[in-house]
């Protein structure tokens, strides 16, 4: 009866440890994956259709997972992210005061350089008329119609690409909406780019400029100038 008893005793420990493999935890052995092994074990005898030197079958390693954005900063209930999210992201609708989930991503450009432009791909401008310090807009009415601010609601989340977060935040306007800002200046979009990667708005009026991921100024660009009409011109 004491052999019987050992004799269980080790078949139960035996299929423990097949068990802990098939839960893919580490055993001794073999370093090749259990998944692995599974599709490239062949035939001890090549079968008749087998080919001669027929290369081997290639296993592709899984994409490494993309790390999750964590909170760089936080602005009242504003979440500044670290980096762009890992996840497709649905803002709740814009009803006149921002969109809940706002992008901004740094963007190349031969003729401006680095500039940023919102998740559509729109570009961001700055006003030379606003302050960065303390941040102001100086944009509103008629203005504001031409260049709309762009504006986050609380609670929001602002996830930058190519912008360190700790220079992304937003400012209080006058009719209690908050603008999003970058190194402190307000950033807007401006009415006449209908598409992605449109900058007409650059060098308008000597103070509108596509902003760059640390607040600046990009190229200048040619400066828009209205024509003068006749009577002005004599």
């Known amino acids: 009866m004491l052999v019987h008893s050992r004799i ?10 097949a068990a802990l493999a098939a839960c893919g935890d580490e055993v001794t052995g073999p370093a090749t994956p259990a998944t692995v092994a599974a599709r490239t074990v062949a035939p001890a005898t090549p079968g008749p259709t087998a080919e001669a030197g027929s290369p081997p079958e290639v296993i592709e390693a899984p994409a490494s997972p993309v790390a999750a954005p964590t909170v760089a900063k936080t602005q009242g209930r504003v979440r500044i992210y670290s980096g762009p ?37 729109r570009t961001l401008y700055r006003f030379d008329k606003d302050t960065a310090e ?3 807009s100086n944009c509103a009415g008629e203005c504001a119609a031409t260049w709309p601010p762009l504006l986050v609601r609380s609670a929001g989340q602002i996830y930058p ?68 009409s006749p009577a002005a011109a004599r």
């Open 134 to 136: 303390p941040s102001t």
């Open 161 to 228: 690409s190519g912008i360190n977060p700790k220079l992304v935040g937003y400012v209080e306007r006058a009719d209690g909406t908050c603008q999003v800002t970058i190194a402190g200046w307000p950033v807007y979009l401006f009415a006449k780019d209908t598409e992605p990667g449109d900058t007409l708005g650059q060098g308008v009026g000597g103070t509108w400029f596509a902003i760059s991921p640390t607040g600046e100024r990009t190229g200048s660009g040619p400066e828009v100038v209205s024509t003068p």
């Open 85 to 121: 999210s890992d996840v497709a992201l649905s803002p709740a609708p814009d009803t006149g005061r921002g969109s809940t989930v706002i992008e901004l991503n740094g963007t190349a450009s031969a003729e401006l350089g680095t500039y940023v432009a919102d998740g559509q791909g």
């Open 8 to 17: 269980a005793r080790a078949a139960i420990a035996l299929a423990g440890v």
